[in-house]
C-alpha cells in the first residue's frame, strides 16, 4: 500500500513522520497565528490527485 501510494503521489514519495509533526508544530506556533478553518495535507500532494491515475 505504501509503495503504490508513493507512486502515485506528486512528490513520488511518502511523507515522513518528522514532516507530519514539523507541520504539526507549525500550525501550533505564534507563526500561524493568524490561520483559522484550514485543512492542512501533509500526504506528499496525494489529496490532489482525486486518488492517482487510473489504470487501464
Known amino acids: 500500500m505504501l509503495a503504490e501510494n508513493a507512486r502515485r503521489a506528486p512528490l513520488r514519495r511518502n511523507v515522513t513522520t518528522d514532516e507530519v509533526g514539523n507541520a504539526a508544530a507549525f500550525m501550533c506556533s505564534d507563526m500561524a497565528s493568524g490561520i483559522t478553518g ?19
Not at 46 to 55: Q, R, S, V
Open 38 to 56: 484550514e485543512i492542512m495535507y501533509v500526504d506528499a500532494g496525494f489529496n490532489i490527485t482525486g486518488m492517482g491515475e487510473l489504470e487501464d
